[in-house]
């Protein structure tokens, strides 16, 4: 019975041994220290025996259970620190690595510049006013002093929905629809920036969409200086106090008389460089006191009423500001074009 009980205590730990999960050893222990095992066996079987060996052989069966058993507590107690060390390992975190970066996006240059010059405008007691991209003929040309037929509509053919339904040329007719809301009596003082569309081959300064931001002023007593005064303010601040503006006379069918605007350029102090082609000036935007027809169509006396507008393209304006060399890049969206002006 001693030899049957040493065999049993060495099996089991090479068992235990070479167990390589807590489930071997689980299986280990049912086999060998269940009530249905050797060893529970043998403590049966000891009534066969006398006497003397009685105590001998039940100390030893407990001595070889106790042996067995602890040799699976310890093995287990390996395993579980080897699985935790295994885990751990994969899950390692290297905190020396440095961090991803995380892309902050920003307004559109575009959106910066409309907001600038928004900010600007209401700064001088403007307002700002939006309408429909999809506008009637009526409201983009008739009320602008554009009756069908005149040459002038050549020049801003659009996208026709219908005879009567085009993609706006212009952010006019918002202008047009706030006057005609006023009931010839009340002042007008607003700015509308806004997208427009012109039957046009995109090039490096040419789209057929871009923007447009149109002032107006309507009011009694309101004259040419006064235009004149609030495009001053808004070129000192848009491009810095030491520049001076000028006004060349020019023509549009809605404005008479009609002027067209430059800056001194800044490249050159007004000695002519290639930014400003020679001649130490720069164009910006075109304006005029508001025609007579127009007031009119819109429901003012203009024996009462005067006024001025003026018309100008962010796109340009961003693009003399900041150096950019074609349209195009405000609307491909190359990111590493845009990003340079997030902080702008
Ligand atoms: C330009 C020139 C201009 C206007 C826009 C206007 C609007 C009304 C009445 C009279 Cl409702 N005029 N707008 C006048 C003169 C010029 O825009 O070069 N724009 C980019």
Not at 175 to 196: D, F, H, L, S
Not at 236 to 246: L, S
């Amino acid at each position: 019975m001693k030899e049957r009980l040493e065999q049993l205590k060495q099996e089991a730990l090479n068992k235990v041994e070479n167990a390589e999960s807590v489930q071997n050893l689980k299986d280990v222990r049912v086999e060998y220290l269940g009530k249905k095992g050797p060893i529970t066996e043998v403590l049966r079987g000891m009534g066969k025996l006398s006497k003397e060996e009685r105590p001998v052989i039940g100390q030893l069966a407990n001595d070889v259970r106790e042996s067995i058993a602890e040799a699976i507590e310890t093995k287990q107690s390996r395993l579980e620190d080897a699985a935790m060390e295994k885990q751990l390992e994969e899950e390692s975190i290297d905190v020396t690595l440095p961090g991803r970066p995380v892309q902050i996006g920003g307004p559109h240059l575009l959106t910066s510049i409309v907001e600038e010059i928004e900010d600007l405008f209401i700064g001088m007691g403007f307002e700002i006013k939006e309408g429909p991209e999809v506008e009637t003929d009526y409201y983009n040309f008739e009320a602008l002093n554009l009756p069908k037929g005149h040459p002038a509509r050549d020049m801003q053919d659009s996208f026709y929905i219908t005879e009567e339904l085009l993609m706006r040329t212009h952010t006019s007719p918002v202008q047009a629809r706030t006057m005609g809301a006023r009931n010839g009596g009340e002042p007008v003082k607003m700015i509308c920036p806004g997208k427009v569309y012109r039957r046009d081959t995109d090039d490096a300064t040419h789209s057929h969409q871009f923007t447009q931001i149109e002032g107006l002023l309507v009011d009694k007593n309101v004259r040419m200086s006064d235009l004149k005064g609030v495009l001053n303010a808004f070129a000192k601040q848009m491009f810095g106090a030491e520049r001076e503006i000028r006004l060349r006379p020019s023509f549009f069918p809605f404005t008479e008389p009609s002027v067209e605007m430059d800056i001194s350029c800044k490249v050159c102090g007004g000695e002519g460089c290639s930014v400003c082609k020679g001649t130490g000036w720069i164009e910006i935007l075109g304006g005029g006191m508001v025609h007579p027809n127009v007031l009119e169509m819109a429901g003012y006396d203009p024996k009462e009423y005067s006024g001025f507008a003026f018309g100008m393209g962010p796109e340009r304006i961003a693009m003399l500001k900041y150096g950019v060399d074609d349209i195009r890049h405000f609307y491909t969206n190359d990111i590493r074009f845009l990003e340079q002006y997030h902080k702008a």
